[in-house]
């Protein structure tokens, strides 16, 4: 099993390359970061782990640039975010971003994708809180169409770009959707909740699927491979990879019962000493 980090990155907190180098020495897989754009002070969105909203997601490093950092220092590393907030990037831009990390990295980029939890962040991007996984589905699109390998035009309900030389192209192949349906760019991951809705747009656009703290996987996976197969996708080639783990012995024998072959543990946000103290606690489980 492939063991990799995630971390709230600040700018308070050990930096990039410090990190990034860390893991490398160590012999960990990857690392993953997550994204917030601004945190409203006027908020009535509760925070996702309840009681009061921690200081560092108003502080987060932006993932693109810092994963640049990240993969400038590294040469095995993986890089992922967890998660990239796609309802609130210009979809033309957010293209050209993860198709230049993926080819500067040489191919090491994982796209985690999310719809967010926060109403009041999203709505200043002008994101209609009840249409944000249509919106990410539609750009989604729009995305892969830059990412394939011949111009071509996109015509969504909330995007479109004309047929257009986009360069570079991400790295890694084109996996199979269908029969003559080619999947192109990085490796994409969906983050959220099990349900019917997010199941169905894994099996739709994604490669996989980014379970946020890996609870509940016994009974969820069943139904999330069902839903794959209905779908026309090759059961042999859905990732799921838990996120923001708070690891033990049991339950990461667990997930290796359940063919789980990656998992992401979570890391403090906070300075190098107390990183390094937890990564030779972690090192136990490579």
């Known amino acids: 099993m492939r063991i990799a980090t995630t971390v709230f990155l600040t700018d308070r907190t050990v ?8 893991l490398e020495e160590r012999g960990f897989a ?50 992922g975010t967890g998660i990239t907030l796609v309802a609130q990037h210009d979809p033309i831009v957010l293209a050209k971003q993860v198709a230049t990390l993926d080819h500067l990295s040489g191919g090491r980029l994982t796209l985690g994708v999310g719809y967010g939890w926060n109403v009041e962040e999203a709505a200043d991007h002008g994101v209609d809180w009840h249409t944000r996984r249509e919106l990410v589905r539609d750009r989604m699109a729009l995305m892969r169409t830059l990412w394939a390998p011949e111009p071509a035009a996109y015509v969504g309900q909330y995007s ?35 349900g019917p809705k997010l199941f169905g747009a894994v099996a739709d656009h994604a490669d996989g699927w980014l379970p946020i703290g890996g609870g509940g996987l016994t009974e ?42 990656e998992v992401v543990l979570q890391l403090p946000s906070t300075d190098e000493p107390e990183i390094l103290r937890t990564l030779d606690t972690y090192a136990q489980y490579l």
Not at 228 to 242: C, F, M, N, Q, S
């Open 15 to 22: 930096t990039p390359v410090r990190l990034a180098r860390h």
């Open 30 to 79: 990857g690392l993953y970061l997550p994204e917030h754009t601004h945190i409203p002070v006027a908020r009535n969105t509760a925070a996702p782990m309840g009681g009061d909203l921690p200081e560092m997601y108003g502080r987060t490093l932006d993932p693109f640039v810092a994963l640049a950092q990240a993969a400038a220092v590294t040469e095995r590393l993986r890089l």
């Open 160 to 194: 479109s770009v004309q047929a257009s030389q986009a360069h570079p192209k991400p790295v890694q192949p084109p996996r199979e959707l269908g029969p003559g349906q080619p999947l192109h760019g990085p490796r994409t991951l969906l983050g959220g909740a099990a």
């Open 220 to 261: 969820s996976l069943p139904v999330l491979r069902q839903v794959w197969e209905a779908a026309g996708r090759d059961p042999k080639t859905l990732h799921i990879v838990p996120y923001a783990v708070r690891p033990n012995p049991g339950k990461l024998a667990h997930y290796r019962d359940l063919g789980i072959e």
